[in-house]
C-alpha cells in the first residue's frame, strides 16, 4: 500500500502543475484565466496565443495526466485482485484530481479534460485515443454545448472499456472521471442541447 500511496502522491502533484498557465505566462506574456471562461486549461491557453502556446499547452497538459499513470501500471504490474483494482483506479483519477482541485492556485483548477485525455491514453494503452477523437467528433457536430459534448463522450469512454472487459480498475476510474467531469462542468448543462443549423435543416418537414 505505501508504494501505491507514493504513486497517488506523484499522479495528484504531477496533474497539479498548470502547464498550460505557465506556458501562457512565458511565451505571451500574460495570464490566459482572464479570457473564455476563466479557466487555467489548454483552451483559453490556445485562444490567448495561438497555435503555439495552444499546442504546447495540450501536449503537457496530456502529459501530466499520461506519464504517472503509464509509469506506476508499469511498475506495479496488472492487478490480481480487487484491492489492486481499485488501487489503480485511484492512481489513474490522481492526477485528474490534481488538475481539477490544483493546491497551486488556492484548490481552483480546471475542468481536467486533458489530464483525463492522458490518464484514459495510459491505462488503455492507446485505445482511448482515437475512441475520444471519434466520440468527440462525432457529438460536437450534432451539436454545440461543449458539456455535453464531454460528458457524453465520457460515457462513451466508460461503456466501451465495459464492453472490451478492459478491466475493473479502468471502469472504476472512469467513473470516478465521470463525477469530476460532471461536477466541473454542471454550470453549463443548463444550455441544455444546442442542436447545430445542418441538423435542423434535416429534422424540418419540406413544406
Given at each position: 500500500m505505501s508504494?501505491?500511496?507514493?504513486?497517488?502522491?506523484?499522479?495528484?502533484?504531477?496533474?497539479?502543475?498548470?502547464?498550460?498557465?505557465l506556458v501562457?505566462?512565458?511565451?505571451?506574456?500574460?495570464d490566459i484565466r482572464g479570457v473564455g471562461d476563466a479557466?487555467?486549461?489548454?483552451?483559453?491557453?490556445?485562444?490567448?496565443g495561438g497555435?503555439?502556446?495552444?499546442?504546447?499547452?495540450?501536449?503537457?497538459?496530456i502529459s501530466k495526466g499520461f506519464l504517472p499513470v503509464y509509469f506506476a501500471l508499469q511498475y506495479l504490474g496488472h492487478p490480481s485482485d480487487f484491492i489492486s483494482q481499485v488501487s489503480l483506479s485511484i492512481i489513474a483519477i490522481s492526477p485528474v484530481l490534481g488538475h481539477a482541485w490544483t493546491p497551486f492556485l488556492g484548490f481552483k483548477g480546471g475542468k481536467a479534460l486533458a489530464s483525463s485525455g492522458g490518464s484514459w491514453i495510459a491505462v488503455t494503452s492507446g485505445l482511448a485515443l482515437p475512441a475520444m477523437l471519434i466520440l468527440l467528433g462525432l457529438i460536437h457536430g450534432f451539436q454545440k454545448n461543449h458539456a455535453i459534448t464531454v460528458t457524453l463522450s465520457m460515457v462513451g469512454l466508460v461503456v466501451l472499456a465495459v464492453?472490451?472487459?478492459?478491466?475493473?480498475?479502468?471502469?472504476?476510474?472512469g467513473?470516478?472521471?465521470?463525477?469530476?467531469?460532471v461536477w466541473k462542468h454542471r454550470s453549463e448543462y443548463s444550455d441544455g442541447v444546442i442542436v447545430r443549423k445542418w441538423v435542423l435543416g434535416i429534422m424540418r418537414p419540406s413544406p
Open positions: 508504494e501505491v500511496t507514493i504513486w497517488i502522491v506523484i499522479g495528484f502533484i504531477s496533474g497539479s502543475i498548470p502547464w498550460a498557465l501562457g505566462k512565458v511565451l505571451v506574456g500574460k479557466n487555467p486549461g489548454t483552451a483559453n491557453a490556445w485562444k490567448l497555435w503555439l502556446p495552444g499546442t504546447l499547452s495540450l501536449l503537457l497538459e464492453v472490451l472487459g478492459l478491466g475493473v480498475y479502468i471502469a472504476l476510474f467513473l470516478a472521471n465521470f463525477i469530476v467531469i
